[in-house]
């Protein structure tokens, strides 16, 4: 039997079809195929067969569900490397490697300091700080089991040294102190309208929202953290675009001093910080 042209599209004429966004088209046709961008040119007049056909159009299917790009491939970008990430776990976003860059900024050369993750996620954060000072201690936290199996498979993975704690923020540590803590918690308003919308509909609500205003977990990391924090020790926390100042605040009233706000690319706060004064 010949197959209808119909039922064996070339490469190129399933790229040209429409429906998803011709970038996107691109990039889960070659995850689909298991080829490089340059190979789906390459070999754009080559026929599909009918099992790596069904294998796009099922991709394509979810992504015009809605269903993120990154879930569906399976891995995203962060500070040059690939995270393995899947629907336990947050997307993460350009804008927290900002908190990254501040983090290095005001950690000393590689010593060994001890840095702790709240909200490791994919170990995005954790990874790549303890990737960038293999001196340090890096400790990383997360209530979701789940993702903390996504952390532990991206440091295995990209052979970073992370100790991970399943605990709810600070609860299950052991008592010891922190030269520097980063966080980037949940901080969307829990009636915010952007959580019907996009990516944020599929990825955990335990990582998007945090009480009505979105501060109530900024507020207890913030509040909690000198008891972790040595003394000249760092926290730094990523928030909401119109959190900084309420987020400063809650750094003035715990004690923090050498408080500051550091703007993301679009030249809005969105990196909150301070330095434990005394115990
Ligand atoms: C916004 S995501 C950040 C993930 C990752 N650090 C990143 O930047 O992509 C917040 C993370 O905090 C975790 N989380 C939420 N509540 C928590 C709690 N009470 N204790 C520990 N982790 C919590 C969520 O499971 C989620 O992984």
Do not use: K
């Not at 790009?69 to 990430?85: H, K, P, Q």
């Not at 605990?167 to 309208?193: G, K, Q």
């Not at 040595?230 to 119109?242: C, I, K, Q, R, Y």
Request: a negative charge; hydrophobic letters at 45%; proline letters at 5%.
């Amino acid at each position: 039997m010949v197959a209808s042209r119909e039922s064996a599209p070339s490469i190129a004429e399933l790229l040209a079809r429409p429906g998803i966004e011709p970038g996107e088209r691109r990039i889960l046709l070659g995850h689909a195929l298991g080829v490089s961008r340059i190979e789906l040119v390459s070999q754009s007049q080559r026929t599909l067969s009918a099992a790596e056909l069904a294998r796009c159009d099922a991709l394509v299917a979810r992504r015009r569900a809605g269903e993120p790009i990154a879930y569906l491939v399976g891995e995203r970008e962060f500070y040059g490397r690939s995270f393995a990430v899947g629907p336990a776990v947050l997307i993460p976003r350009p804008v927290t490697e900002l908190l990254v860059e501040v983090a290095l900024e005001h950690l000393p050369g590689d010593t060994p300091l001890r840095i702790l993750d709240l909200g490791s996620g994919s170990g995005v954060l954790a990874v790549t700080l303890a990737l960038a000072r293999p001196s340090a201690r890096v400790t990383a936290v997360d209530n979701s089991g789940a993702a903390l199996g996504v952390a532990r498979a991206n440091a295995t993975a990209l052979g970073a040294s992370v100790t991970f704690v399943e605990s709810d923020w600070y609860a299950a540590l052991a008592r010891e102190r922190f030269d520097l803590i980063v966080c980037n918690p949940p901080y969307v308003a829990a009636d915010d309208a952007h959580l019907e919308e996009g990516d944020l509909r599929f990825e955990p609500p335990g990582a998007l929202s945090a009480g009505t205003d979105g501060l109530a977990a900024l507020a207890h990391v913030i509040a909690a953290a000198p008891n972790w924090l040595e003394t000249g020790g760092w926290l730094f926390v990523e928030h909401g675009f119109d959190q900084a100042s309420r987020v400063r605040s809650a750094f003035a009233a715990s004690g923090f001093g050498a408080i500051g706000s550091w703007l993301d690319l679009a030249g809005i706060e969105r990196v909150s910080g301070g330095r434990h004064a005394s115990t």
